[in-house]
């Protein structure tokens, strides 16, 4: 018995290419499995293997609990019990002995088999996760292995085998068995079964990687790839860029005669590219992305992230794209949200926005509306714009003077002022909620100070830091720490249930 444990995990081994160790360690765990079904009761049974001779020992351990605890059978003793074992023995000891060993027979090596197939997967797979886990990112070639419904098994060497779903394909390509792919690795399954290494060829990676592979100046660094956005099989925009002045990235993405291009869309079912030429501002690489429609105004809003690009009505369709598709690649691919319109379409806009502008000015500086629309048509769309703008840059306003200047600007200023002391006085109006009032180590005035800055709830003090209270006239740190924490004790309550 003890040469034929040798010889399995000799075999074993060099089969799977895993350690011994982990095999002995299999079979210890199979012959302990094995042993247990000897007892009714539940047993604690733990095998040793002498890894140079395949002799081995078994034995059986119970836990020492205190005598007032309920001990579990067959695998405790309490105190009482153990003592009766060995009188040195306490609580949280473990009692051992060894038993009679179970031959390495049929059932034995039937469960060991089990026990080492489930070891050598689990070695596998780590090893695997081991070899990939740095590599996210990364293209991979593989070979197509199986082919279901629902995704594509693919083949990388040494076991590992990659899981490409359907959705992740391009387009309409079709695979067959043994065909030669590249893929993707987005991410790896460390704990399921199957294949663990998720692979995808829609990725945006996808295309930037193909391109590096294609244009020389991009694997040397001289071209930098600086977004890529794709709708996978039908159309994508890439943006570069290059270091070197001499060098036309466009250019040499697109190849002599367009061969470089062409090599990376043939290897995506055909996808159509677009390559943009980067612009550090977002303005200019707005209307770039848009091509091939020709930009013909642009307005940005920085407060929102957006822009609204005008174009003639005849290339309205062309900026939009089919299914919205070029307008939504740009934004991808900019990180701008980009709204298209006619001329048309954009002057009403702006003269109904420009309106509103003249309108808020008009009350809140107390001024005629022709002054009022000077000043939006100079770019002035705020309060705040007005009240801190410089003051060369007001009165260089034709039909502004200094006197002018410095009066608008006194009176937004004024207008701030009254807006700010409006809000101070909203939020002195709002009553402290019942459970900031009632909370222990609260008072009334405190309470009515705290809602007068906008706490008006217990969670509304729990959100608060030490520093937000320290405004309050007469409090410390060591108060305004306790009263926080008081608010946070329904948080730990909750976590407790």
């Not at 000891?93 to 039937?110: H, M």
């Not at 991808?332 to 808020?360: C, P, R, Y």
């Not at 770019?379 to 306003?397: C, H, K, N, Q, R």
């Amino acid at each position: 018995m003890s040469k034929e444990i040798l010889m399995v995990a000799e075999a074993v081994s060099n089969e799977k290419g895993v350690d011994q160790e982990i095999i002995f360690q299999a079979i210890e765990q199979a012959l302990a499995t094995a042993t247990k079904k000897r007892y009714e009761e539940g047993a604690n049974i733990r095998v040793v293997i002498d890894r140079e001779t395949g002799d081995y020992d078994s034995y059986r351990w119970w836990d020492v609990v205190a005598d007032d605890v309920m001990a579990e059978l067959g695998t405790q003793f309490t105190t009482e019990e153990a003592h009766e074992k060995d009188p040195t023995l306490a609580v949280g000891d473990t009692f051992e002995e060894a038993v009679e060993n179970i031959a390495f027979g049929r059932i034995a090596a039937q469960t060991a088999k089990q026990v080492i197939v489930q070891k050598v997967r689990d070695a596998e797979r780590e090893l695997i996760v081991g070899r990939f886990r740095d590599r996210i990112g990364e293209m991979l070639n593989g070979t197509v292995k199986k082919v279901t419904r629902d995704h594509i098994i693919v083949d990388f060497g040494e076991n590992a085998e990659g899981l490409l779903p359907r959705e992740e394909l391009v387009g309409r390509e079709i695979f067959r068995i043994n065909d030669r792919t590249r893929v993707i690795l987005t991410s790896i399954r460390e704990e399921t079964r199957g294949p663990q290494l998720l692979v995808s060829r829609a990725a945006s990676e996808m295309l930037v990687q193909l391109f590096q592979i294609e244009v020389p100046e991009i694997s040397e660094g001289i071209i930098e790839i600086k977004g890529a956005a794709r709708d996978p099989g039908q159309r994508a925009k890439i943006a570069v860029k290059s270091k070197d002045a001499r060098i036309d990235p466009v250019g040499a993405c697109v190849g002599m005669r367009g061969a470089r291009v062409q090599a990376v869309s043939n290897d995506l079912d055909d996808e159509r590219i677009d390559i943009i030429l980067w612009d550090d501002n977002p303005a200019q690489l707005v209307i770039n992305a848009m091509a091939p429609a020709e930009v013909e105004s642009i307005v940005v809003d920085e407060d929102s992230n957006s822009m609204d690009v005008a174009v003639n009505e005849e290339n309205l369709a062309q900026a939009i794209g089919k299914g919205g598709q070029n307008v939504r690649l740009a934004s991808e691919l900019t990180g701008w949200t980009i709204n298209v319109m006619t001329l048309d379409e954009a002057k009403e806009k702006q003269h109904e926005e420009s309106s509103s502008f003249v309108g808020i000015l008009m009350t809140a500086l107390d001024i005629e509306e022709d002054i009022a629309t000077v000043l939006v048509e100079e770019g002035f769309t705020s309060l705040e714009e007005v009240a801190y703008v410089p003051l060369e840059e007001m009165s260089d306003i034709e039909g502004f003077d200094e006197d002018i200047a410095e009066e608008l600007r006194a009176r937004a200023k004024d207008a701030l002022l009254t807006q700010a002391l409006a809000s101070e006085e909203q939020l002195a109006n709002v009553a402290p909620a019942e459970d900031l009032l009632t909370m222990a180590g609260m008072n009334d005035a405190l309470a009515n100070t705290l809602a007068g800055k906008g706490i008006v709830t217990m969670e509304d003090l729990a959100e608060q830091a030490v520093d937000d209270l320290m405004e309050i006239d007469g409090m410390n740190e060591e108060t305004a720490a306790s009263l926080i924490m008081t608010a946070r004790a329904p948080w730990f309550e909750d976590q407790g249930e």
